[in-house]
Every structure is written in structure tokens, then in C-alpha cells.
């Protein structure tokens, strides 16, 4: 029985002796960083950056931020704060709206948020992919609605008055780059 055990755990990989460490992401200070930063839940102070600089970062007002983390929160429990293996605390649920947010409104990679938000590749990837999943769940009816007649004739109007008729045909012109672009008109 115990040598089966051991082929298994063999098999499986885990600590062996000339495997190579785990590379030390800095978990605790990363979390207690992104509060700071942000939120000041877990310490008494000031948050570092303004309301601004947090929609901006965010990109999200604060309140569409907490309906998120509640309505994550409440189709997943991957989002809820449990303690690890070690029964340290696990990553908090601010983490993983960060890395999640990161990833999708800037485009990061997963690897590119590793630093900042204290956690492995595989687990904002992870993350990304359970938090789009809780957001249909969540607001599919609410913000999520199928188009119809009525939309479609509104957003073919806005792209028009922007010069860009019959857009919707054509979705990748809504992505033209514009070299002399007026400032008010970026973005």
C-alpha cells in the first residue's frame, strides 16, 4: 500500500529533491499593497490614490466596483477570501477583481500582472476566466441584454455622425487608427 502511494505521489509531482523552489511572489505584501492602494478595508489610513485615479486605474466607477465584488462574490465562491493549504489567508477578493480587471480592460497578460497582484500565471488566467463567467451569471438581463432593432439603429446612428457609416457590417472600423486623431475625439 505505501509503495503504491508514493509511485502516485511520484507521478504527481510536489516538493522533490532537486526540483527547483517556487519562485516567491510575495503574497502578503502584495495584498496588503492593493488595499492600500485602493481600498483601506484590512488598515486604518488614507487610501493612496484618489477616487480618480482609482476609476482610471480601474477602470470602473468605485460603486460599479463593489456591485461587482458582491455579485462575484455571490455566483462564485472562488471569489470569497478562504484560507490557503497553509491556512494562511488566501488572496482576497479585491486581488482577484484586480488581476481580473487588469487583464481585461488593459489588455494585460497574465504574466504582466504576476508583480503586482502577488499571484501565478496560471491563477489569473484562472481568475479572468471565472470572473467573465460570474459576470453573465450575475447581470446577464441587468447590463447584459442581446441587441435588438432599436439598439442597433441607435449605435449605426452614433457611428454615422462619426463618419463611419455601416459600421456594424464592418465592425473592424470601429478600430482605425487615426494619426491626426483631435484629442476630444480619442479613446
Known amino acids: 500500500m505505501m509503495a503504491a502511494l508514493s509511485q502516485m505521489q511520484a507521478r504527481r509531482g510536489g516538493s522533490r529533491k532537486g526540483k527547483k523552489a517556487n519562485r516567491d511572489i510575495q503574497s502578503p505584501q502584495a495584498s496588503l499593497k492593493i488595499d492600500n492602494d485602493y481600498f483601506c478595508r484590512n488598515t486604518a489610513g488614507v487610501q493612496i490614490f484618489s477616487e480618480a485615479k482609482f476609476e482610471r486605474r480601474q477602470r470602473t466607477p468605485r460603486e460599479v466596483y463593489e456591485m461587482l465584488l458582491v455579485g462575484n462574490c455571490a455566483a462564485d465562491p472562488y471569489f470569497i ?71 442597433i439603429v441607435k449605435i449605426e ?31
Not at 484586480?98 to 489569473?124: K, M, P
Not at 446612428?157 to 459600421?167: A, E, M, R, V
Open 157 to 187: 446612428d452614433s457611428y454615422c455622425s462619426l463618419g463611419f457609416p455601416g459600421s456594424l457590417d464592418y465592425v473592424d472600423c470601429a478600430s482605425w487608427e487615426w494619426d491626426k486623431c483631435p484629442v476630444a475625439l480619442q479613446g
Open 81 to 151: 477570501q478562504k484560507p490557503d493549504a497553509f491556512l494562511c489567508d488566501g488572496a482576497s477578493t479585491d486581488r482577484k477583481l484586480t488581476a481580473a480587471l487588469s487583464q481585461l480592460c488593459f489588455g494585460f497578460s497574465a504574466d504582466a500582472v504576476v508583480e503586482y497582484v502577488g499571484r501565478a500565471v496560471s491563477t489569473n488566467m484562472e481568475c479572468l476566466k471565472r470572473f467573465s463567467y460570474a459576470v453573465v451569471d450575475t447581470f446577464e438581463g441587468e447590463w447584459l441584454q442581446y441587441l435588438n432593432e432599436e439598439h
